[in-house]
């Protein structure tokens, strides 16, 4: 199987930061390259076995996805070959295919998610209050129901081993200002829509999905961060979409599900996957980036 990559090690460029999924290296004050790894997160811990070609399938995935909705919003890519910013031919190994070089923004301090079905937490927080971030839903709706329209749901961005919070609206007014907090939620579900709609040709739904913004020395907004991939969206494969329960997923709910069956608290550490889940899973998020943009990549 591939070689999967479980932390990378750039010593050409200073390490900036080290989230649970991508490695950040300073290129420059205005520039970063994003190495995104195999890790794999569940429950907001970082599990002990990589993903083979996970870091290659989110890049991918948030390419097709930059290019294809940037005439909604401009995002951080700079087109620059990540191969060019590294010195040593291992450097260059470690980046190819799973790395983007990007312009440095001042991120907004909020997630912005777009739900178009009911399920994960706001399924929960419908179940104890008929809403979701204070938006009020028909009665009588069933775990992954389609609903009458996509909603904006967003979160506050969460300490590292923290859970994001679900917010109000009113709440990114605070933090952003009313105009900023009305730009992000229109180019939101703007960019949620097109891409479900694209993706339920491919035979996707999109059920959820969350995007990150910055802004620039100007103030305009950008698209950052990754754009529509299995970690960052809940993709249910049409044919076996069923209202009324979780359905089969093209993300990471495998995982958590199997974990599930697991004496595990949810803390670190996190216990070791079996062979066959760490293969299925890999399975699954190629599968999506074929399904979705026509590409493969083979064992």
């Excluded at 429950?43 to 399938?57: E, R």
Aim: proline residues 7%.
């Amino acid at each position: 199987m591939h070689a999967a990559l479980f932390e990378s090690d750039i010593a050409s460029l200073p390490r900036v930061g080290r989230g649970k999924v991508r490695d950040l290296y300073a290129v420059d004050e205005r520039r970063l390259l994003i190495v995104t790894t195999d890790r794999l997160s569940a429950f907001d811990v970082v599990l002990p076995d990589p993903i083979p070609y996970k870091g290659a399938v989110l890049t991918a995935l948030s390419e097709f996805w930059f290019g294809r909705l940037g005439h909604i919003v401009p995002n951080h890519l700079t087109g620059i070959a990540p191969e060019s910013v590294v010195k040593t031919d291992v450097e260059r190994a470690q980046v190819r295919g799973r790395s983007v070089v990007v312009t440095r923004y001042a991120p907004l301090p909020i997630e912005a998610v777009v739900r178009g079905y009911i399920i994960g937490s706001g399924w929960k927080d419908y179940q104890a209050t008929g809403a979701v971030c204070g938006i009020r839903l028909p009665p009588g709706l069933r775990q992954a129901d389609r609903l009458p329209e996509p909603i904006f749901t967003p979160a506050t961005k969460a300490e590292a081993g923290s859970h994001d919070q679900n917010i109000a609206f009113a709440e990114v007014e605070r933090l952003v200002g009313p105009e900023r907090a009305a730009e992000v939620r229109e180019v939101s579900l703007r960019l949620y829509r097109e891409a479900a709609g694209y993706a339920a040709g491919r035979g996707i739904i999109i059920a959820d999905t969350k995007f990150e913004f910055g802004l620039d020395e100007a103030g305009r907004l950008f698209w950052i961060d990754e754009a529509l991939t299995a970690d960052s969206s809940r993709f249910w494969p049409a044919d076996e979409y069923r209202p009324g329960a979780s359905p089969p997923s093209f993300d990471k709910q495998y995982v958590r599900d199997y974990l599930e069956s697991l004496d595990w608290d949810k803390r670190p550490p996190a216990p070791r996957l079996a062979p066959e889940v760490i293969a299925r899973t890999s399975a699954k998020y190629r599968e999506a980036l074929h399904r979705l943009t026509g590409r493969t990549l083979e064992e």
